[in-house]
């Protein structure tokens, strides 16, 4: 990646914080001397025993506890975290020599990991910061589901409204179920013309979550007129392939969507389909020919991102060290609510 300013490039994107823990780590090494010293007087005294079993049980049952707590203690012996600097790579790398991304978003199944929570996912990766024409993102469905197409659709011409408003209010959280449920109403210190279009939104959100549970009430009529018409008669584990692109940014126009694309891969009974693994090794494919990004991100349905900054975040993780080219796949830190 190309530099602009002089300065900038001697601060690293990211750095490693030690904490200093010796306080606990003396305390650990006490009881493990404790805890050996019970051993070793087990085996001692092995010989003076009228009853030899219990004592063997008891030896066998402390020597796993120390194992254990063995193996606990060396997880927390060394304890870090990365610290990395958005601003900082802003500053080294102007929009237009950003890398390209390739999103890759994965369901099976719109009843068990609901649509709508896949939505979400799909609506917070769109409205990531990060230069808009750089973006591209599929969305791989193994349930080769009409109503999983159908919210995908209603859910980009959703993103047309929300992205921009996102963007515009520096929202934080930008998966609209969570960001409409921790705030109840607009903050009154809000300007009018917020707090108006907060009520808008709300209210197209409560219209996309609406037609999504309708639809997934009702069964999808075959119309072979219609987008939907590839997914008449068909199996979810026994059909061709579904490629279709729903929105295109051609000209890269900043204020749209990301290219947006939705893929089933084909399927047949006769060979296994690998799961997840199978979804990602023809979403490389697909994505190598249609947009060929040097970066790609993948997510689970139900992974939506709450930080509209993490793709710079992750960006920090992956350049601007020594041995950059030498790797190739970073786990992104993830939190379980
Ligand atoms: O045939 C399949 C089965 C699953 N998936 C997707 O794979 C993801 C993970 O599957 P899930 O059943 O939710 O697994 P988890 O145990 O919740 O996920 C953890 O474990 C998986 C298997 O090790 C990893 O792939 C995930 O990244 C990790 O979060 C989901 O988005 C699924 O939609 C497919 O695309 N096709
Ligand atoms: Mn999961």
């Known amino acids: 990646m190309a530099t602009n300013t002089q300065d900038s490039t001697h601060l690293p994107l990211q750095e490693t914080i030690v904490h200093s823990n010796k306080t606990a780590r003396a305390i650990e090494l006490m009881v493990l001397s404790l805890l050996v010293f019970i051993l070793v007087y087990r085996v ?27 193996l606990c203690v060396c997880i927390k012996w060394n304890q870090c975290i990365t610290k990395t600097y958005p601003d900082r790579l802003l500053k080294r790398v102007s929009e237009s020599e950003f890398p390209s991304i390739d ?29 808009v024409d750089k973006l591209a993102l599929y969305l791989s469905d193994d349930g080769c589901s009409p109503l999983t197409f159908y919210s995908f659709v209603e859910t980009t011409k959703f993103a047309k409204l929300w992205v921009p408003f ?54 999808f009529l075959c119309d072979h007129d219609t987008d939907f018409g590839v ?45 997840k693994a199978g979804a990602m090794n023809v979403l490389t494919r697909v994505s190598g020919v249609m947009t060929n990004a040097p970066l790609m991100l993948n997510v689970d349905c139900d992974m939506y991102a709450n930080n509209p900054q993490v793709f710079l975040h992750a960006m920090c993780m992956v350049f601007g060290f020594k041995d950059e080219d030498n790797c190739a796949f970073f786990p992104i830190s993830s939190s379980f609510l």
């Open 103 to 131: 999103i890759f978003v994965t369901t099976a199944d719109p009843i068990l990991e609901p649509s709508i929570i896949t939505m979400n996912t799909v609506l917070s990766l769109l409205a990531i910061e990060c230069p």
């Open 44 to 70: 001692v005294c092995f010989k003076d025993q009228d009853q030899y079993l219990p004592w063997l049980l008891a030896f066998l049952c402390e020597s796993w506890f120390t194992f254990i707590w063995t």
């Open 231 to 275: 997914f008449c008669g068909v199996h979810r584990l026994d059909h061709p392939s579904i490629i279709k692109v729903i929105s295109e940014n051609k000209e890269g126009t900043p204020s749209d969507l990301p290219h947006v694309i939705y893929i089933s891969r084909e399927k047949s009974p006769k060979h296994q389909h690998h799961y």
């Open 166 to 219: 996102c963007k515009k209010y520096n929202i934080q959280v930008r998966a609209p179920f969570r960001y409409f449920n921790s705030q109840s109403s607009p903050l009154e210190s809000e300007s009018l013309e917020f707090q108006q279009e907060w009520k808008s939104l709300k209210k197209e959100y409560g219209e996309l979550c609406k037609k999504i549970d309708l639809a997934a009430q009702r069964p």
